[in-house]
């Protein structure tokens, strides 16, 4: 589901803790992803210089290099930590092609535990293969007190994927609904609105146009290995400028935004990425607010939950007609391969294959 693995960046080009001081302070939330944070030697540091910028700081990682991760939480146990896992024991180590990986991310979890970690939690993208062990992976997430993100698969240029695809999109669509459910049956505020966006994934998985339109290059960015700053992860024409030659306020409020902005409008893609979801769900004027149509759809359906009933998914999406998809079978698969070996000789292409792969 993704090949940065087979496009490694190198290092004495990534972007530096000099070209992150140029970020300026104010964030809601910042997340370190990548590839793999915890393969950069100074996270920490990056850390300390990022954290004093944003309400919440983010690391995504694939959990396997638990005493940095560790080391962060002990200078501050605020920062926000999600493990990818997809699946349990074996399902996980071939689709992320990890040997032992299951097992590794359980006890990583652990140590960060104990580490007094804050805000810890797993994360799942949805996809044929894992479909079944969804809702048991959010009941292992309970059980071990720590959150559940959930995502499904897209196509994008920092993936440097585009044959993502589901077969079986109405399975999975009837999955997440079960997982819709079970969240909603919980006292815990966090998951009422996680059902939500997990509503907005079954949009995406059934190709159906986005629950609440996409504000990327308004309300969040990505920023590359190498400083290129871009309106979203997805689109890779949609370029705002760079951290290290362009300044801030250029590339947020100029004329090339304002342009980007225009297109973002247009923009069918209809991605339902957490930055793009969690954004759309929150109001302009206070990003800790949800907005009233996504707070009346959680009380609502909080409510028919209590009372033994079933949302009526139908109101809101049509699985019985999914768009139609001309991916077919495409999309690879590494079930069954042992591991993932780097191809010999492969580096980066910084996103050239990619050039109109999106669609209009």
């Not at 959150?147 to 997440?176: C, I, M, P, W």
């Not at 969240?183 to 995406?204: H, P, Q």
Request: aromatic content about 8%.
């Amino acid at each position: 589901m993704c090949y940065i693995w087979k496009n490694p960046t190198h290092p004495e080009h990534e972007i530096s803790l000099r070209d992150l001081e140029r970020l300026p302070g104010g964030f809601d939330h910042l997340n370190i992803t990548g590839g793999e944070p915890t393969l950069r030697a100074d996270l920490e540091e990056m850390c300390l210089l990022l954290r004093p910028k944003a309400s919440v700081l983010e690391i995504s990682t694939n959990g396997l290099h638990p005493e940095k991760l560790v080391r962060v939480l002990r200078r501050d146990p605020t920062v926000k930590i999600r493990i990818s896992v997809e699946g349990f024991e074996s399902l996980n180590d071939s689709i992320r092609g990890e040997q032992g990986g299951f097992a590794r991310k359980l006890e990583s979890m652990r140590r960060l535990i104990e580490a007094g970690g804050q805000d810890l939690g797993f994360a799942t993208t949805f996809q044929d293969e894992n479909v079944e062990d969804l809702v048991r992976l959010f009941a292992l997430s309970r059980e071990m007190g720590v959150e559940f993100a959930t995502s499904a698969l897209h196509n994008g240029f920092q993936f440097h994927k585009n044959d993502n695809g589901l077969y079986d999109r109405r399975l999975v669509a009837r999955k997440v609904e079960e997982l819709i459910e079970r969240m909603l049956s919980t006292w815990e505020v966090k998951n009422w609105f996680r059902a939500y966006l997990n509503l907005g994934l079954i949009a995406k998985v059934l190709g159906h146009p986005r629950l609440i339109p996409c504000t990327a290059a308004t309300d969040f960015i990505f920023v590359d290995p190498w400083c290129d700053v871009y309106a979203c992860n997805v689109r890779n024409d949609l370029l705002m400028g760079n951290l290290r030659t362009t300044p801030w306020e250029e590339i947020v409020r100029g004329k090339r935004a304002r342009a980007i902005r225009s297109e973002v409008a247009a923009c069918v893609q209809n991605c339902w990425m957490v930055a793009s979801a969690k954004t759309a769900m929150r109001m302009k004027s206070n990003a800790r607010l949800p907005k009233p149509g996504v707070l009346g759809w959680v009380l609502a359906n909080k409510a028919r939950s209590m009372a033994g009933l079933r949302v009526p998914f139908h109101r809101y999406v049509n699985t019985a007609a999914p768009a139609p998809d001309d991916r077919g079978d495409r999309r690879r698969s590494y079930l069954g391969v042992r591991e993932k070996r780097l191809v010999q000789g492969a580096e980066s292409r910084r996103y050239t294959q990619f050039s109109g792969f999106f669609n209009r």
